[in-house]
């Protein structure tokens, strides 16, 4: 409840009549995902449109039925609340199984059974740029455009894209 309070004072707070464009708002939507993460380290979310609607959305988080990262199911976070890794530094002897927001968002595509059929644009819109493995993904899945606010801390991802085509857009916020 705490969390629907702050957004419906946010709402509360922007002028009637104020509108942003759809890009903006879809990036938006990803955010108000991302609220739903039980990562103990960041919260990321994704949804993915087609025809300015959204058929699938994201967050990361551990698989149905696992114990969440934010209730001790995660070593790598564990690892980091103890001061044995880094913030931000990752080590195979601490994995973490959560599902990325982009994974999660085209496993539910998957799921719900939608299909991409000719003519049709999807664009999935991220809180963060995709990995890489999540680049191949979103390629594989026949997504064309990718929005994103925040970058990730190597190109290869960029590269990826820009190599087989797929537009990305960054919306950065002040």
Request: proline share 4%.
């Amino acid at each position: 409840m705490q969390i629907l309070q702050k957004i419906i004072q946010l709402v509360d707070s922007i002028p009637l009549g104020s509108r942003d464009d759809w890009d903006s708002y879809f990036l938006g939507q990803a955010f108000i995902t991302s609220l739903r993460s039980t990562c103990g380290s960041r919260r990321v979310g994704a949804v993915i449109v087609s025809d300015n609607r959204i058929i699938a959305s994201g967050y990361n988080g551990y698989p149905k039925g696992a114990k969440h990262c934010i209730d001790g199911g995660c070593p790598r976070f564990a690892a980091r609340q103890e001061g044995i890794l880094d913030s931000g530094k990752y080590s195979d002897e601490y994995p973490c199984d959560a599902f990325h927001a982009e994974e999660n968002a085209i496993y539910q595509l998957v799921q719900s059974g939608i299909q991409k059929t000719k003519g049709d644009n999807w664009t999935i819109y991220c809180t963060t740029a995709p990995c890489r493995a999540c680049a191949k993904m979103i390629n594989g899945a026949g997504i064309t455009r990718v929005v994103y606010n925040v970058g990730y801390p190597d190109d290869y991802s960029i590269e990826y894209f820009k190599k087989y085509g797929v537009e990305l857009t960054r919306i950065p916020t002040e």
